[in-house]
């Protein structure tokens, strides 16, 4: 496990949930950028730095990362996901989502983890390449194959 520095931001150590936001110092509970309601006193109502991370695991897709957050949420263990840098993934770079957890979490949090991983590595993964191309019938938009409803209309391919 990778331990993180404790001052990752330090002017601005919460973050709104849906815009990422900075919340600190304001004085609302009002997100001014989206809206979204917060309180200082609920940590699950923003996004915070943990007090002393420890990065658990590593994941490349972002969909995995919230899924493993919801799991380890569930269980009421602490989690943020520290995010690519967009900089390096543009240029080549790694596209890697770091799973943290507080150090007091880690003995609640690794069996879970442990899981999701074991789950992820058996479950067959969807081949969307090989589906084939289609046309809409409605309003004569192509779709790729990956698409399960037309992108334009929404309408099923039959």
Sequence with gaps: ?????????????IWCLDCDYPLIGLQSSLCPECGRAFDLDDDRTYRGILFRPFVITTLSSQLDASLLQSDLQDVGVRVSILTPNLVMAELGGLNVFSILVTEADVPK?????NQFLQDKKES???KVENLPDWECRHCGEGNGGAFEVC????????
């Design 1 to 13: 496990m990778l331990r993180l520095p404790m001052d990752i931001d330090s002017q601005h150590p």
């Design 109 to 113: 949090a690794q069996p879970i983890v």
């Design 124 to 126: 067959p993964a969807t």
């Design 151 to 158: 992108w334009n209309c929404q309408m099923p391919p039959s």
